[in-house]
């Protein structure tokens, strides 16, 4: 589990990264695979996030979506058994963990401490077009949290030189804004796109100072994540996710 600098000087918040290690699942799930819409044994992902439960400090469940690569936002006022279709989560209710399933899209966790407002969001390259991170802030600001006072963390995702992206990829991100330029590189014929830098960059557009990315590529075996794009290249059927949680204490 990686922790945010900025989020741990907070004493009545829980948060964390949590990586594929220290979970029971086996094979390509191996082994702290939380995905309930992976095809792991259902027995082992409702263990694994019990695990991670324990990890955060609660004996209640994880508030977690149904993703769907939209910029879809829940506010979340008390634990319910509904399934919600989105790609974001906001509270200010203590003893609620929130989280957000990834798998090389960028998880994105978000804290007010005037207020006490935390917010989850799962930003692939879909809902970052969509600007999922600016409609957080949005949210954040109708609950009364002044900019200045909201502190961002961009969790481990891929990283660009992994993010290999095709040109009719790169026109729709250019038409969108010609600024968008800056998120590609062309190396040998090849086009890669710098997700994390996107975030970050729609992030500081709406005027929020306090943005911290943890510098992890989930692509790289090595740092221990599961990873979508590495999954395919290894030509498996399916894949792992790792979770990313904030909760109020």
Not at 55 to 73: D, F, P
Not at 113 to 124: M, Q, Y
């Amino acid at each position: 589990m990686i922790k945010s600098k900025k989020l741990k000087k907070f004493n009545n918040i829980k948060h964390g990264f949590f990586d594929s290690k220290g979970g029971v699942s086996s094979g390509i799930y191996k082994s702290l695979n939380c995905g309930i819409g992976s095809n792991d044994k259902i027995e082992k992902v409702t263990k694994n996030l019990k695990i991670v439960s324990k990890k955060i400090g609660t004996k209640k469940k994880i508030i977690l979506l149904n993703q769907i690569h939209s910029n879809k936002i829940f506010f979340i006022n008390k634990i319910s058994k509904k399934k919600l279709l989105g790609d974001g989560l906001i509270t200010n209710i203590k003893n609620i963990a929130i989280g957000i399933l990834t798998a090389d899209c960028a998880p994105i966790l978000f804290y007010d401490p005037k207020k006490n407002i935390i917010g989850a969001v799962h930003a692939g390259w879909q809902g970052a077009y969509k600007k999922i991170g600016k409609k957080m802030i949005s949210n954040f600001k109708k609950k009364g949290s002044k900019l200045n006072d909201i502190l961002a963390v961009i969790g481990p995702c891929i990283s660009q030189r992994n993010y290999e992206v095709k040109n009719d990829f790169k026109t729709k991100f250019l038409k969108q804004n010609p600024q968008n330029e800056n998120h590609f590189k062309v190396i040998k014929n090849k086009i890669y796109f710098d997700l994390k830098g996107y975030v970050f960059n729609q992030l500081k557009k709406t005027g929020i100072n306090n943005v911290e990315t943890i510098k992890k590529d989930t692509f790289d075996p090595k740092n221990n994540f599961f990873s979508a794009r590495r999954s395919f290249k290894k030509k498996n059927n399916d894949y792992g996710r790792n979770i990313s949680i904030i909760m109020i204490k």
